[in-house]
Structures are given as structure tokens and as C-alpha cells.
């Protein structure tokens, strides 16, 4: 039962006063229901002409004592009663389920934000590590699960209280015939239990194998350029092939347990309205209208009882869904970067920035490396400063803490003097400063709409500058579309070059006061990389420049070149 409470919990704090509100309505249709129900017993009293029960007693002398004598007045009064409490059924059954409904859409797109926004305050050494394609299935697979119980629950909680008030209609007209209703019901439970717990193991079942197919599809698409040149697409296929069989058997199992369960209730709930009705005549000598009434609540029992009973399922099956994502949830949340107070006034300053860290270590603690052992280095402001190594010596991992994405185990870094240490100061700092990343990354959009992220409130003269810098002038107006040319998926319709020169571009109009390049110029040819990087060196009395190279041509246009060695940095 802890999951579900925690279920029911959740939606209730998450649904604030709407709850209520909906919970009313429920309770309200459910007795309109009831008494269109009962309206039915003076109506029989009428057409039959045996008022065999006390309400079709009452109500034809009720009528008789305003004037409804003949039976054409007394039908129309009562067909006009009839039709007034199905109008107002109706409204409150359209107010309850739109509610209901919003209410089931909310709480998912809840989830989502949730986990979007844990995701975006949780430190960047947890969110590296994420793997990207388990985030995708909880976002999409895992809540729509939820969503889907989240949704049958709230509506069998209407046909819950739909059910208790017409079986409370039954104890009051016949208490005997309650009690088969009842054995209809715990016959139906028995058979139920078992299936339930299936539904449980199988939703488990579910959240993995579903796991792998998101993570294959995932491999699949971002190498599908590896998998040709290789001719693997087949191995792949193979791999899709392994994982869907899993999520099919899984779900072919529950949707059989679900068909069986079905097949039961339909097969009680014939075997209880016979039951009720030789019981009800043979045994009880019910009276018609009674038996009449009993039968209708039978018959419409049966629809609601067996979607309870599927909701069972539901639960069961997407409880465990509920449970990773809290999981995951919790996970993100225990690592957010905690906001701290500051007088920090980084956001104050212009011109170029100086940096310094000083004795900074740094271990990855999911493999336990120590990659950093005490680096200590400096840039003065406007300086150029280009930091070397050999490939997976550090140099990375020295630029993510220099920019406030890692934390340092020990050392400080400052930041024109300052120590930029809370959450805060990394944030402002990082409003200081551009990084370029070995991958360049577009969205797809337009290049106009890509240089503008970051800088919305960049002018087309701040722009034509950037572009002149990055030397993507001759891509925007060689007469194609120009700025409007779109990037295409994660910038595939653009050469190497020329994505990393339009995030160049980009990063230049947030107007940074330090440059970090992360070998972000190496896919242009020599002649090209020369051009941008003179071009940047014109700009430092705006910005530092701090960039890592492999290239030796490149380091003729560093003042200093420094060496990372054994978590160490060494002038060169
Ligand atoms: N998120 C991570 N978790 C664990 N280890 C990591 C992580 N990122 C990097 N590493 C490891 O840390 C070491 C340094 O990586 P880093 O990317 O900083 O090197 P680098 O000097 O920039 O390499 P390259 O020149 O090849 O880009 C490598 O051994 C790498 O495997």
C-alpha cells in the first residue's frame, strides 16, 4: 500500500482546492443519479397500476393532493420531473468529468515540469552522468503510465460513488437482494487479486524492458552516420528487435490477464441478475417494481464494477512507474545546487575579466579518478591564454569548474579577485563568460533564431558584427535563405565549420568578459581558423580569451601557453 498512498497523496497535494471541488461533484452526481433511479418506482406504480412499494404509494397520493388526478396529468408530471433531473444530471456530470479530466492532464504535466526543472537545478556532475535515454522513457514512457491510471482512477472514483448510492438504494427497497449484489461483488474481487498482483510484476517488467528500447532507439539514431559506414544497421535491428519482443510480451500478458478478468465479471454478473431475479420471485416475492429497479441497478453495476476492477490493474501496473519516477526525482533534487546568499558583484563589472584558481583538485566520483591534484594558473584581464595537454589529461574538466559546472573538492576559483564559491556567484560569473564545447550544438531553427538564443536583445548591427567575427558572413548572404537558413536536427544540414563558427557567433553576442574555446575552432582549415582568431584578438579590450588546442599553428596567437600535466598546470 506505500506507493499508492504516496500516489493518492501526491495527486491530492498537487490538485490544491480543486480536489474538493471535484469530490462534490462526484458525491452530487452520484445522488442525482439515485434519485432518477427512484423516479422510476412511481412511474411503474402508474403504468402498471399497483403501487407495490411505498415511494409509488407516496407520490401518486403527493399528486393526487395537488390536483394530478388522471393519469395523462400524472404521466406528464412525472415524464416532466424525469426529464428535469436528467438535465441537471447532465450538467453535473459534464462539470465533473471536464474537472476530472483537467485534473488527470494537470498532474501529469506536472510531473514533467518537475522533472524538467530538477533536471535544470541539479549540479552538472549528476546531470552529465544521467543517461539521457533512461530521462527520455520516464518523461514520456513512465508518465504516460501514470497518466493513464491517473485518469481511470479519478473516473472510477465517480463510479465508486455511483455504485455505493444505487446499492443503497437496493438495501433500502430489499435488504436481501444487497446482499447478492454483494457476493457478485466479492466473487468478482476474489478472481481479481491474483490478477492484480500480475499487473504489478508486469508493470516492473515494463518500466525495464521499456528502458533498454528507449536506450537502443537512442544509440540508433545518434549513430546512424557510424552504423552505415560500418554496415551495423542489421546489429542494431537485431538489438530494437531483442528489446520490443520483451516490452510486447509484457504488455500481450497484461492486456490477456485484463480480457480474463473481464470475461469473469460479465460471466458473475449474469450469473447474479438470474440469481436476483428467481431469488427475488421464487423466494423473497419481491414486488415487480422493486425487482425492476434491482435489475436496472445490475445491469448498470456491471459497467462501473468492472472498470474498478480494471483501474486495479492500472494502479498496479503504473505504481511502479511512480515509484521510478520519484526515484529519479528525489535523486535530482538531493544534488540541486543550493541557492546561498552573496554579496557577490560580478554582475557589475565590464571590460575584460581576470581569473585565477588556485590549488583546485577535483575527482569524478562516480569512477573515483583524481584528474585534478592542486592546479593553480592565472589570466590577466584581456589576456590570451591557450591551455595544452595530452588528450583526457584534465583539460576539460579544468574549463567545467573554471565556468562554475563542477565543483572543486578543494582550491577556489576567483574571479577578478573575487571567490566565486555559491551557487549565486557561479551563476553570475557564468552570465560573465561564453563557453564553446568540443560538440557544438544547434537547435533546429533558424540560424537568426540560433545566434539569438541567450541575446534576445541583440540588434541586427550586433549581429552583423558577430557574424563578421565568426566569419559566417559569407554563408548569410551567399543569396540562399541567409540568416533564415535552417540548422536542421542538432545542426546536421550545416558543415563541422560552420556550426562551430555560428556558435562562435552566438557566444559573442551574450557579450562574455572571458572566451572559453574548447577546441572550438578545429574543424575550420587553417586559413579560416586564422581569420576568426585574429579577428577575436581584435576584441580584447572587451573580453579574455582562455582556449584549449591540440593544434600547434593555433598557439601562435596565445600571449602564454600553459601544459596540464598529471593534474598539475605548468607554463609551457
Ligand atoms: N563525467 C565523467 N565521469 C567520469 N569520468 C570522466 C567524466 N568526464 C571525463 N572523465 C574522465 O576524466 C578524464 C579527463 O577528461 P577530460 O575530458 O577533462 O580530458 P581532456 O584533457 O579534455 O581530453 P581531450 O583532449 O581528449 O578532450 C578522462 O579520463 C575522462 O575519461
Redesign the pocket.
Known sequence: MGPFKAYLADIWRDSGKQMPWAATLVVLGALVEGIGLLAILPLAALITGNADTELGRSALSAMSGIGLVTEFSRALALTTGFLIILAIRNLIMWRRDTLLFSLGVSYVDRWRTRLLSAIGNADW?TV??LRRSDFEHAITNDVSRLSSSTDQMLRSAAMIALSVVQLGIIAALSPMLLILVFALLGVSLLFTLPLMRKAGRLGKKLTKSGRRIYGVLGDFMSSQKLARLNNAEADFLERFSGSIRDVRTNQTAFMSSQIVARGWFQMAAGVAVIAALLIGVFVLNTPLSVLAVTILVLARLVGPVQMIAQTGQSLANALPAFTELNRTLIELRQVAAPPAATNCTLSDRSGPASLRLENVSYT?P??G?K?LNGATFEITAGEIVALV??????????L?ITSGLLRPDKGTVFADGEAVRSEQEMRQWRDQLAYLP?DPFLFDASIKENLMWCARTSDEGDIGEAIRIAAIDGLTSDGREGLDIRAGERGQSLSGGERQRICLARALLRRPRLLIL??ATNALDARLEDLVLEGLRSLRSQFSILL?T?RAETLRHADRVLR?ENGRVLEA
Do not use: F, M, R
Request: no cysteine; charged share 25%.
Open positions: 556532475a552529465s552522468a569524478y562516480d569512477t579518478e584528474i595537454g595530452p588528450s583526457g589529461v584534465g583539460k576539460t574538466t579544468l567545467d568540443q574548447d577546441e584549449i591540440h596540464l
